[in-house]
């Protein structure tokens, strides 16, 4: 942790003063007011971008609003032109659609499901062969420069039987090595270490994926059996993806934030 994160160190292991949330909560009761005072005091182009802010900001608001009350839409349909005088009860009488609105729930759903699938990290910085792999001369000719040693961490199953020496072309080193990451559930708040059963996606290529290559951002299976996970079919969940969040190779630790 930063040494300026002072503030929130303290308050992970005191917790919060007793009237820190009626102080939050009277100091969120003010911010009309002081938004109203700022409005009045600010003169020219400082004032413009400040009105033009708060506008964006109402606008926001009134759309949030609108769409929580409305039920059901109005339109007018075109009548067309009859023929003759209308009766005088019809007068005043216009033909309207109406169309149900889908309910604020089914909208939330919809957006939850789209944006389940979004990773903490969306964007990576692309690693290059001579940064992953470093060469590596071996035997009586020295010119012969095929064997290649990777630097990054890695992770190698529990059944992987590694080739004889003189055929392997991608050397793994045993240090670099991982069987457990350090895993953050993000609604819970808590870390767990937990096996890793496989790598999913390495974000720099499909030769680091089946290497199993552990990079920043790469998308890893773990064990999450234990928990106490289950379906709503009642299914205790065995593997769920979790995305790494730091560079394991500096850290000796993986890092990992679990995708819920």
Same mark, same amino acid.
């Given at each position: ?95 309207? /659609? ?10 939330? $759903? +919809? !957006?939850? %499901?789209?944006? #389940?699938?979004? *990773? ?7 690693? /290059? ?10 035997? $009586? +000719? !020295?010119? %012969?420069?095929? #064997?290649?040693? *990777? ?20 050397? +793994? ?88």
């Amino acid at each position: 942790m930063p040494q300026n994160e002072f503030i929130e160190l303290r308050q992970k292991r005191y917790g919060y003063r007793l009237n820190y949330f009626e102080k939050q909560r009277k100091k969120q009761a003010r911010n009309r007011k002081m938004a109203s005072k700022m409005s009045k005091r600010l003169k020219g182009i400082r004032a413009k971008l400040y009105h033009k802010q708060r506008y964006a900001e109402k606008a926001k608001l009134r759309k949030l609003i609108s769409q929580f009350n409305e039920k059901t839409t109005k339109k007018k349909q075109k009548t067309p032109q009859l023929e003759g005088a209308l009766p005088t009860y019809l007068l005043d009488r216009e033909t309207v /659609s109406r169309s149900k609105v889908l309910s604020q729930t089914i909208k939330q $759903k +919809r !957006k939850e %499901k789209a944006g #389940k699938w979004n *990773v903490p990290l969306p964007k990576v910085r692309p690693i /290059s062969d001579d940064e992953m792999f470093k060469v590596m001369r071996t035997g $009586k +000719r !020295k010119r %012969k420069q095929w #064997k290649r040693v *990777v630097t990054k961490a890695t992770f190698v199953g529990e059944n992987f039987t590694r080739k004889p020496p003189k055929y392997e072309r991608f050397i +793994r080193p045993v240090s670099l090595r991982y069987k457990k990451a350090q895993v953050v559930h993000p609604e819970l708040k808590t870390t767990f270490s937990l096996d890793i059963l496989k790598i999913k996606k390495n974000p720099s290529g499909t030769l680091y994926t089946q290497l199993g290559v552990i990079t920043k951002g790469t998308i890893i299976e773990v064990n999450v059996s234990d928990l106490g996970i289950v379906t709503p079919g009642g299914r205790v969940v065995w593997g769920k993806f979790a995305q790494v969040t730091n560079n394991p190779e500096n850290d000796g630790v993986i890092n990992a934030v679990l995708l819920v």
